[in-house]
């Protein structure tokens, strides 16, 4: 059932939105207002994705009999946690500096590896885990995942600065 999986489908599509936004912010051609609007949508969007994916995929990646589907789980836990914590460091530099632009276009580059290889090599192996039943559980439970009610709002009116989730 090679990506007509349900649940990929909803990752995917996920991914796609995702993209839009990095896509912005690796290309420094575009103004940096641009860019940090493209970075205020991107930052509760890509981590709820990620928690989600953690709470659910990941999990179920865990219980699978192929190992590389394990090792990955535990890969792609540490890729989160790495843009995750260039996040930070992007909340704590000025947002207009060169810094700040780099560490965007280093994060856009570290997500898009991040879903690509989430996409061309974890998917089609968790699709041969699936069949219809789990595939829909699986679909179900990350769509009903709850949201985090601490999901960060990037621009924070009074101060300009973002309140990191956790
Ligand atoms: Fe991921
Ligand atoms: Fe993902």
Same mark, same amino acid.
């Given at each position: 059932?090679?990506?007509?999986?349900?649940?990929?489908?909803?990752?995917?599509?996920?991914?796609?939105?995702i993209r839009a936004e990095t896509k912005i912010l690796r290309n420094l051609?575009?103004?940096?207002? &641009?860019r940090k609007q493209s970075f205020a949508r991107l930052l509760p969007f890509l981590t709820l994705h990620?928690?989600?994916?953690?709470?659910?995929?990941?999990?179920f990646m865990k219980l699978c009999d192929q190992d590389e589907l394990r090792i990955w789980a535990?890969?792609?836990?540490? &890729?989160?946690l790495l843009m995750d914590q260039l996040i930070r460091k992007m909340l704590a530099v000025d947002i207009s500096g060169e810094e700040?632009?780099?560490k965007a276009k280093v994060l856009a580059e570290l997500v898009d590896?991040?879903?690509?290889?989430e996409e061309q090599e974890i998917f089609p192996a968790l699709?041969?885990?699936?069949? &219809?039943d789990s595939d829909e559980q699986l679909a179900k439970n990350y769509e009903t995942q709850n949201v985090p009610e601490n999901i960060p709002?990037?621009?924070?009116?009074?101060?300009?600065v973002a309140q990191p989730y956790r």
């Open positions: 059932m090679l990506y007509t999986s349900h649940a990929i489908k909803l990752l995917t599509e996920e991914h796609g939105t051609d575009i103004p940096q207002t &641009e990620s928690k989600k994916e953690e709470k659910i995929v990941y999990s535990l890969e792609g836990k540490e &890729e989160h700040w632009s780099a590896h991040h879903i690509d290889e699709a041969r885990e699936l069949n &219809e709002r990037p621009f924070n009116s009074e101060k300009n």
